[in-house]
């Protein structure tokens, strides 16, 4: 793997009532994608917030590293963490709508963040702005930094929150479900625009998403998350090619996507589903996936499973599977 520009090990994020992530341990390469995949509510946008430095003031955030390059991002001062934010550390969210502030224009908000990163002068900030928003592929970039917002579509926004991330360009950009509410052809130009731009800049891309479609074209490594926890690890050429996951919730995951290709297996079968909710582990012993997994057994809720390496390049995080070998 390529020399890690993000290392969080061991990240645990809490809310008063709510332990949303526990244990959780990755790293992110120059120049690679890792996906961090699972259902809703598992802690993947928490986790991403997290890094930022984010989330709620009343969320305690404790892990025993959380470094991006020699950066401590636990130990950084709101001041370091300025700095870090939009120039070393960038992060595309769910729904530009919210995220792009509606009263200001596309231009505006861009500069914004050369002149305060790059110093750049108001008519330099302008000339700059233009061309990144011509690299990410908007037509009339001119006339784009004068429009607000809402003249633009979905997917023109997420374009431009695109190129306000990389406007510095960072050493790791974060994109949480940035296909979200785009229709399927935006969401491939989309993912080729940040794919395209993470060989340009040799940046790590932490790509949040639950779409396994996504994750078997665009991820190099593959991180899935349940109820918080990291339950399996890999490589996507391992995933989607080779031997396949290991974890019984990764097996659910793609049994119930639809396959495409010319398997036999799969377009002679009934998708699958995976019984209860996410929800139906909270305060049980053990493993959390025991309640919906077909392969649980008694020993499954007597301690949480660890994270152990299977092969050099591997994680499981179910020691059923890891005995048995099991597959679906």
């Known amino acids: 793997m390529t020399s890690p520009v993000l290392q969080v090990e061991q990240l645990r994020i809490g809310f008063p009532r709510h332990q949303a ?53 636990l130990a950084a001062s709101p001041r ?36 305060r990163h790059e110093r750049l002068g108001a008519k330099a900030a302008r000339t700059r702005a233009e061309e990144l928003l011509e690299l990410v592929r908007i037509p009339e970039p001119r006339r784009c930094c004068d429009e607000y917002p ?17 406007a510095c360009q960072p050493q790791l950009l974060i994109a949480d479900e940035p296909t979200t509410a785009l229709d399927v052809t935006i969401q491939a130009q989309v993912l080729e625009l940040l794919d ?17 479609g996504v994750v078997a074209q665009w991820a190099d490594r593959v991180a899935v998350m349940y109820a918080g926890r990291l339950v399996e690890q890999g490589t996507a050429q391992q995933f989607f090619v080779g031997s396949g996951p290991r974890h019984p919730y990764t097996r659910g995951l793609l049994q119930s996507t639809v396959r495409l290709d010319g398997d036999q297996h799969y377009r002679n079968s009934r998708l699958q589903e995976i019984p209860g909710s996410i929800d139906s582990a909270l305060g049980e012993p053990g493993c959390s996936f025991a309640p919906r997994c077909p392969d649980s057994r008694p020993a499954c809720r007597l301690a949480v499973p660890p994270l152990l390496a299977e092969r050099p390049d591997w994680l499981l995080a179910c020691p059923v599977t890891a005995t048995t070998g099991c597959r679906a």
């Open 21 to 73: 992530v526990h244990e959780l341990s990755f790293t992110v390469g120059a120049g690679e994608t890792l996906a961090l995949v699972g259902e809703s509510g598992c802690g993947k946008s928490a986790t991403a917030l997290s890094l930022m430095r984010l989330l709620a003031p009343e969320a305690q955030v404790q892990a025993r590293r959380m470094t991006l390059g020699d950066t401590d991002l």
């Open 196 to 212: 395209s731009l993470r060989r340009q800049l040799s940046m790590g891309l932490l790509l949040i998403t639950h779409d396994l």
């Open 150 to 166: 809402h003249r633009l579509s979905g997917g023109m926004r997420q374009r431009v929150m695109i190129a306000m991330a990389v």
């Open 80 to 115: 370091q963490l300025r700095q870090v934010r939009g120039k070393r550390m960038a992060m595309v969210f769910q729904e530009p709508m919210s995220s792009l502030n509606p009263v200001m224009t596309i231009g505006r908000q861009i500069t914004e963040v050369l002149r």
